[in-house]
């Protein structure tokens, strides 16, 4: 559903007002920095709480997004942590895009690498406008809706939609989770593929290689594994991939990236049961070194 006439919605990046609160607040997405101004002193304390594993702490610079508090929390959501999905319609511009929603707007300059954010003072618009940006910001590699669970050098993505278990599996394997909600994973072309955490929900630093991609699902009786097929594996995948809006370019690089795990990753169906052996059972599966 989309949402015309929205009294957010400005054109360009022009604020209005030149006052910011200080300090801003750089924050490490993978190897991207992304720095964060408001006009609203809470705005950076809301950032740390969320994002306080993955703060930078020296003056680097990165990509920049602008805050502007513009209305109140919605009915129903009753503190500015919450979590909200709200219909949006993102729009490509000749410069990035626009984001807009019943609450929210949010206009994206990819060429200047500046962003400009006007909300209620809650996060659920920034959760919003990170989910259409960082695909663009990673053409390259592939942001997955996934676990990253791994020990040592080596890891396991544990994917799968909304309800499959990836907070469960990864509440299950402890010191083993490195996060619970998005994961960057790099293919690169002469060198073993790595995943990444991001800083959503629970998450740890870390990069791993990666062993293998599990499509997790709540299991019965047992634990089971299943090799899936090629085209199994690239339909459930493709549906836990974040694409980009605003560039068909680079949603064909990041779909021959996607072939390209998929030839040098094994992928199996995993059904688990919420037991603390999730984690000895992953890893002494030998299906996983193919």
């Not at 109140?72 to 511009?93: I, N, Q």
């Not at 800083?199 to 990666?210: A, C, H, I, S």
Request: glycine fraction near 10%; hydrophobic fraction near 40%.
């Amino acid at each position: 559903m989309c949402f015309d006439g929205n009294p957010h919605v400005e054109s360009g990046l022009a604020t209005g007002r030149d006052t910011m609160a200080e300090p801003a607040l750089t924050i490490l997405f993978g190897p991207e920095p992304i720095t964060f101004e408001s006009d609203a002193p809470q705005w950076a304390g809301l950032l740390e709480r969320r994002f306080k594993d993955a703060a930078l702490r020296g003056d680097e610079a990165g990509f920049l997004i602008r805050h502007y508090v513009d209305g109140v929390l919605p009915d129903g959501l009753f503190t500015a942590m919450a979590r909200r999905t709200e219909p949006s319609r993102v729009t490509e511009t000749g410069e990035g895009f626009t984001l807009l929603s019943q609450t929210f707007s949010a206009t994206v300059d990819l060429r200047k690498r500046e962003a400009v954010l006007r909300s209620p003072l809650a996060l659920y618009p920034l959760d919003a406008l990170l989910t259409a940006l960082l695909p663009t910001l990673f053409p390259r590699s592939l942001l997955v809706h996934s676990a990253l669970i791994g020990h040592g050098d080596r890891g396991f993505l544990c994917c799968g939609p909304s309800g499959s278990g990836k907070s469960t599996i990864a509440g299950l394997c402890g010191d083993a989770a490195l996060c619970d909600e998005l994961v960057l994973v790099d293919v690169p072309m002469s060198a073993a593929v790595q995943a990444e955490p991001l800083p959503f929900n629970m998450y740890r630093t870390g990069k791993v290689l990666l062993k293998g991609v599990l499509m997790i699902r709540h299991g019965t009786g047992a634990h089971e594994f299943r090799r899936a097929g090629r085209r199994e594996a690239l339909q459930r995948i493709f549906r836990e991939i974040l694409w980009p809006y605003s560039s068909m370019g680079a949603a064909e690089m990041m779909l021959s990236t996607l072939e390209t795990l998929l030839i040098r990753v094994p992928v199996w169906d995993f059904g688990f049961l919420p037991s603390d052996d999730v984690w000895t059972v992953i890893t002494n599966f030998n299906g996983g070194n193919e």
